[in-house]
């Protein structure tokens, strides 16, 4: 097997090489990019989800114990008082800032 290739031909063969790869470094980046966009997305979907879910779950609760005739004024404070401590504390971890996570190129 013989190839004989000019100089030309072996530079255009080089510029195509380069441009492909250029061309699919690109498309993973947008597809990276578009990756963590839908990842944050689903993110705070499966959050909120979440939290209706866990809303729910401690209104029962709550709705049970306050309605039920025979509860003990104990019952009734618990089950007020603690879902409120339990949802404070996530509040407050939710808001605290504890660190700053910085990105290639300086972004936040």
Same mark, same amino acid.
């Given at each position: 097997? $013989? *190839? $004989? !290739?000019?100089?030309?031909? *072996?530079? #255009?063969?080089?510029?195509?090489? !380069?441009? !492909? !790869?250029? &061309?699919?470094? +690109?498309?993973?980046?947008?597809?990276?990019?578009?990756?963590?966009?839908?990842?944050?997305? #689903?993110?705070?979907?499966?959050?909120?989800?979440?939290?209706?879910?866990?809303? #729910?779950?401690?209104?029962?609760?709550?709705?049970?114990?306050?309605? =039920?005739?025979?509860?003990?004024?104990?019952?009734? &404070?618990? +089950?007020?008082?603690?879902? +409120?401590?339990?949802?404070? =504390?996530? *509040?407050?971890?939710? *808001?605290?800032?504890?660190? &700053?996570?910085?990105?290639?190129?300086?972004?936040?």
């Amino acid at each position: 097997m $013989n *190839l $004989n !290739l000019t100089p030309m031909q *072996l530079l #255009a063969a080089l510029g195509v090489l !380069l441009v !492909l !790869l250029w &061309v699919w470094r +690109a498309s993973a980046r947008r597809a990276k990019a578009a990756a963590d966009a839908a990842r944050s997305g #689903a993110r705070l979907l499966s959050l909120t989800g979440r939290v209706v879910v866990g809303a #729910a779950v401690l209104s029962g609760v709550q709705w049970m114990a306050l309605t =039920y005739p025979g509860a003990h004024w104990l019952v009734r &404070v618990a +089950a007020l008082g603690l879902p +409120a401590l339990v949802s404070s =504390y996530a *509040l407050t971890r939710a *808001l605290t800032v504890t660190a &700053v996570e910085v990105r290639r190129g300086g972004r936040r």
